[in-house]
Each structure stands twice: as C-alpha cells, then as structure tokens.
T-cell receptor, first 117, second 112 residues
Framework: DTEVTQTPKHLVMGMTNKKSLKCEQH?????MYWYKQKAKKPPELMFV???????INESVPSRFSPECPNSSLLNLHLHALQPEDSALYLC????????????????FGPGTRLTVL | SQKIEQNSEALNIQEGKTATLTCNYT??????LQWYRQDPGRGPVFLLL?????KEKRKERLKVTFDTTLKQSLFHITASQPADSATYLC???????????FGPGTRLSVLP
C-alpha cells in the first residue's frame, strides 16, 4: 500500500466551528507532514512529526492544532478559523527525516479542500 | 532573506523537444533538492531527489543537476509529451529538524 489517504475531501465550516482533518498511511513511514496550499501557490509547510514527536512547527497560529496518535495517523484540529485559512490542506509522509537518509521523498495525499465562511 | 526562484511561471514547448526548468535559491544550505510534479487539484508527486554531494541524477526521460556553488538545479525532460504538462516544483530539504521549502513552481505545457 503506497497511498496516503485524507478525509474529508471537502470541508465547509463556520468561524466558530471545531473540526478535524485526518490523514493515514500504512507504508511504515515515521515522518508525517501537514502543508497548506493556496491557489496558484506552492505548498507551505505547517508541521512535521518525526517518530510521533512534533519536530517542526512553522509559526502556525494556535487555531491549528496537530496530533499524531500513532505512527500511521495524523490529525489536524481546527478551531475558530478565519476565511483566509480557506485552502487545500495536504498531508504527506516520508520514511524518515534523517539528513543522510536515502528515503526522504515525500508521498502526498490528495488533500482536503477547506472553505471557512 | 531566503528565496527560491523557478525560471518562469509558465513554459510552453513543442512535443518531442527537451524542457529545461531552473531552480535558483539564495541563503539556503539544502541537504537535498527534490523535484515534484503537481497536477491541478491533486497532491504533488515525487520525481527525483539529488543530494548536496551529487552533480547529476537520471530517471528515464528525466535528468536533474545540482550545483551548490551556483545555488542552482536544472531539471530536464527529454522527448517531452503532452502528458508531461503539469506544474513542476523544486523543493529544498535542509534535513532533520530543519525546514522543507517548495519553490513557486513552473507550469509546463507541452503542445502537440
């Protein structure tokens, strides 16, 4: 299984809602990532988990809260979002995040299209 | 400030020709440079990775070069086909605990 799955595919939420995005992989990868992508822009790294520990938080507002319950799952909890947070949220995984590793290619999921009203 | 540039926002070439895409960066020291392809509405797909001590990598019709002195990578698609039309993103990986940054992308169109 070489797939990263993300649910839901689409999400519409109000500014007072609480929702969660889910990501799953069964490739045995130990690094997982959340990215945000706006239209016609490249993906922007938000968070990196390495061996289930948060290793990078790219100054993301606290209304985004990541969670890595186990090595296969990654969640992104959303609360009190703003309309400018509307974007495609991409999850990715890679075998490791080691500097000398040969296995740093990232596998991306299809994304969750989020609209904040 | 840190910056990544890709040669142009859009590139049109004729089928059968070689497409050459450029990625330039300043003020980064990447351990690796990666190239991804992204189709509209989909996640990026990994193509090639080149390490800081490698000059060139090839995979089928794809070739990437990496010059850490010039701070530049070139990505070539030979014998291009309309199916190669997509956005191509370079990405700088600074390694464990460090940043991973995508360039702005080049939208390639291969015309039949």
């Amino acid at each position: 299984d070489t797939e990263v799955t993300q649910t839901p595919k689409h999400l519409v939420m109000g500014m007072t809602n609480k929702k969660s995005l889910k990501c799953e992989q069964h490739m045995g990868h130990r690094a997982m990532y959340w990215y945000k992508q706006k239209a016609k822009k490249p993906p922007e790294l938000m968070f990196v988990y390495s061996y289930e520990k948060l290793s990078i938080n790219e100054s993301v507002p606290s209304r985004f809260s990541p969670e890595c319950p186990n090595s296969s799952l990654l969640n992104l909890h959303l609360h009190a979002l703003q309309p400018e947070d509307s974007a495609l949220y991409l999850c990715a995984s890679s075998q490791t995040r080691l500097r000398d590793s040969l296995w740093n290619e990232q596998f991306f999921g299809p994304g969750t299209r989020l609209t904040v009203l | 400030s840190q910056k990544i540039e890709q040669n142009s926002e859009a590139l049109n070439i004729q089928e059968g020709k070689t497409a050459t895409l450029t990625c330039n960066y300043t003020n980064y020291s990447p351990a690796y440079l990666q190239w991804y392809r992204q189709d509209p509405g989909r996640g990026p797909v990994f193509l090639l990775l080149i390490r800081e001590n490698e000059k060139e990598k090839r995979k089928e019709r794809l070739k990437v070069t990496f010059d850490t002195t010039l701070k530049q990578s070139l990505f070539h698609i030979t014998a291009s086909q309309p199916a190669d039309s997509a956005t191509y993103l370079c990405a700088l990986d600074m390694g464990y605990g460090q940043n991973f940054v995508f360039g702005p992308g080049t939208r390639l169109s291969v015309l039949p």
